[in-house]
């Protein structure tokens, strides 16, 4: 036990620690607020609608625990445990080709990383889900779906792999860059692609219908100068109840994209105003800005790979004696997450002044009281907790809590 495994086991136990911490308040927090109403939505929403949020929410942060300690488990297994250098002498002994090695040994462990949360994932979603009315996915079709997503992944995926791992043994000390370079370029194609190739393999598109909603948002497009290739209702509730609207795509394969289940449940206006909140994103730039953060993290976390990958004492540390550039990899992706955990606040508040700078974007582009209306149905519709602890809420939400948003646009309509 070197002095790298004991600084990998502390941060390892802050992390947990934090994480049960903040599960336990956020648990007691909702369930004591559980049988009141906050007074601003009280003429909105029920207080059997409030229970059943409170308990949705409560539902799926016990679940949590449960997520840490296979996480937890499995990370230790593959690490501390011998569980990597397991898998590497067995394929070792199989495999000649270096190459083919690396690309089985981090194939593997995604396989059983997934295999072992598979049982969460279902639980997740046909019981939990199920419980609450949301869930709208059959198991035929929920392993449809993992099938195909799994195809898709091997088939991007493995390329861009085989790449990376070439570049780590054959481009010399500047393979960090250029691998950088490819993965930006991997992202910003498979931006592009996925409105067209990908994401009609899971979802039908259809072009919205004429009529009066279609027309009230083309004015709000030409309004705000936003041109896109086209306007689709998505069938959602073949999956879920759940209701949403995004932007994909970039440049010309820009798409708007609206959920059948959004336009069941809100007024022709309330679409427009969630639909502005969307366009407020892109007007501001935020997901330029989110993508600007994530390559310049992602270049930095590849030069501390280059420079880890040279450490005996990282290898030796996490329980590991074979110092390949695919052992590097893995080991790096696996513990990066506990390093970078306490990092996570500092996200979540980025992204909610994103959303703060939308809703004020669409207040000023639509109505403000449209806007209250429609996140009103949609936190009830959803089942999404009114009374979040603050602490839990600060360090993991990148939405604004029900309060705080609808009493920024309170103002705004007063204003």
């Given at each position: 036990?070197?002095?790298?495994?004991?600084?990998f086991l502390?941060?390892?136990?802050i992390?947990i620690s934090?994480?049960?911490?903040?599960?336990?308040?956020h648990l007691r927090y909702?369930?004591?607020?559980?049988?009141?109403?906050?007074?601003?939505?009280s003429?909105?929403?029920?207080l059997?609608?409030?229970?059943?949020?409170?308990?949705?929410?409560?539902?799926k942060?016990?679940?949590?625990?449960?997520?840490i300690?296979?996480e937890t488990?499995?990370?230790?297994?593959?690490?501390l445990g011998?569980?990597l250098?397991?898998?590497?002498?067995a394929?070792?002994?199989?495999?000649?080709?270096?190459m083919?090695r690396?690309?089985?040994?981090?194939?593997?462990?995604?396989?059983?990383?997934?295999?072992?949360e598979l049982?969460?994932d279902?639980?997740?979603k046909?019981?939990?889900?199920n419980?609450?009315?949301?869930?709208a996915?059959?198991?035929?079709?929920?392993f449809?779906?993992?099938l195909?997503?799994?195809?898709i992944?091997?088939l991007?995926?493995l390329p861009?792999?085989f790449?990376v791992?070439?570049l780590m043994q054959?481009?010399?000390?500047?393979?960090?860059?250029?691998t950088w370079?490819?993965w930006?370029?991997?992202?910003?194609?498979?931006?592009?692609?996925?409105?067209?190739?990908?994401?009609p393999?899971?979802?039908?598109?259809e072009?919205m219908?004429n009529?009066t909603l279609?027309?009230?948002?083309?004015?709000l497009?030409?309004k705000?100068?936003f041109?896109?290739?086209g306007l689709?209702?998505?069938?959602?509730?073949k999956r879920?109840?759940?209701?949403n609207?995004?932007?994909?795509?970039f440049?010309?394969?820009?798409?708007i994209?609206?959920f059948?289940?959004?336009l069941?449940?809100?007024?022709?206006?309330?679409?427009e105003?969630?639909?502005?909140?969307e366009?407020g994103h892109?007007k501001?730039?935020?997901?330029?800005?989110?993508?600007a953060?994530?390559f310049?993290a992602s270049?930095?976390?590849?030069?501390?790979?280059?420079w880890?990958?040279t450490q005996?004492?990282?290898f030796?540390?996490?329980?590991v004696?074979?110092q390949?550039?695919g052992?590097a990899?893995?080991l790096?992706?696996l513990?990066?997450?506990v390093?970078?955990f306490?990092l996570?606040?500092l996200?979540s508040?980025?992204?909610?002044k994103?959303?703060?700078?939308a809703?004020?974007y669409a207040?000023?582009?639509t109505?403000?009281h449209s806007l209250?209306?429609?996140?009103?149905?949609l936190y009830?519709d959803?089942?999404s907790?009114?009374?979040?602890d603050?602490?839990?809420?600060?360090f993991?939400?990148?939405?604004?809590?029900?309060?705080?948003?609808?009493a920024?646009?309170?103002?705004?309509v007063?204003?």
């Amino acid at each position: 036990m070197n002095t790298f495994t004991l600084i990998f086991l502390a941060a390892l136990a802050i992390s947990i620690s934090v994480r049960i911490w903040l599960a336990q308040r956020h648990l007691r927090y909702v369930a004591s607020h559980r049988d009141a109403v906050p007074a601003a939505f009280s003429d909105a929403i029920t207080l059997t609608q409030h229970h059943k949020a409170a308990d949705y929410t409560l539902a799926k942060t016990r679940l949590s625990f449960l997520q840490i300690v296979v996480e937890t488990s499995l990370l230790l297994a593959f690490t501390l445990g011998g569980g990597l250098q397991w898998l590497d002498n067995a394929l070792s002994g199989v495999f000649a080709s270096e190459m083919t090695r690396n690309i089985l040994l981090i194939g593997s462990v995604m396989v059983i990383a997934a295999a072992i949360e598979l049982p969460l994932d279902l639980y997740r979603k046909f019981v939990i889900e199920n419980r609450f009315g949301f869930n709208a996915l059959t198991p035929k079709r929920f392993f449809i779906d993992l099938l195909m997503q799994t195809t898709i992944g091997v088939l991007l995926g493995l390329p861009l792999l085989f790449v990376v791992l070439w570049l780590m043994q054959a481009a010399g000390d500047l393979w960090w860059l250029y691998t950088w370079l490819v993965w930006v370029g991997f992202n910003l194609t498979l931006l592009a692609i996925y409105p067209t190739f990908i994401a009609p393999l899971f979802n039908r598109f259809e072009p919205m219908e004429n009529g009066t909603l279609k027309s009230r948002i083309e004015q709000l497009l030409q309004k705000c100068g936003f041109t896109a290739q086209g306007l689709f209702v998505m069938d959602g509730s073949k999956r879920s109840s759940h209701g949403n609207a995004y932007f994909t795509g970039f440049g010309k394969t820009k798409r708007i994209v609206l959920f059948d289940t959004l336009l069941k449940h809100l007024e022709a206006d309330e679409v427009e105003a969630v639909l502005a909140h969307e366009l407020g994103h892109f007007k501001r730039r935020h997901v330029v800005k989110r993508m600007a953060w994530v390559f310049a993290a992602s270049l930095v976390f590849l030069w501390v790979l280059n420079w880890l990958m040279t450490q005996t004492w990282f290898f030796n540390g996490l329980n590991v004696t074979s110092q390949n550039t695919g052992m590097a990899l893995v080991l790096f992706f696996l513990v990066l997450p506990v390093f970078t955990f306490l990092l996570q606040p500092l996200s979540s508040l980025y992204s909610r002044k994103h959303e703060f700078e939308a809703d004020q974007y669409a207040a000023v582009q639509t109505q403000a009281h449209s806007l209250i209306s429609a996140l009103i149905k949609l936190y009830r519709d959803n089942a999404s907790t009114l009374t979040p602890d603050p602490l839990y809420a600060m360090f993991y939400n990148s939405h604004p809590d029900a309060q705080q948003r609808i009493a920024r646009l309170q103002i705004a309509v007063h204003n």
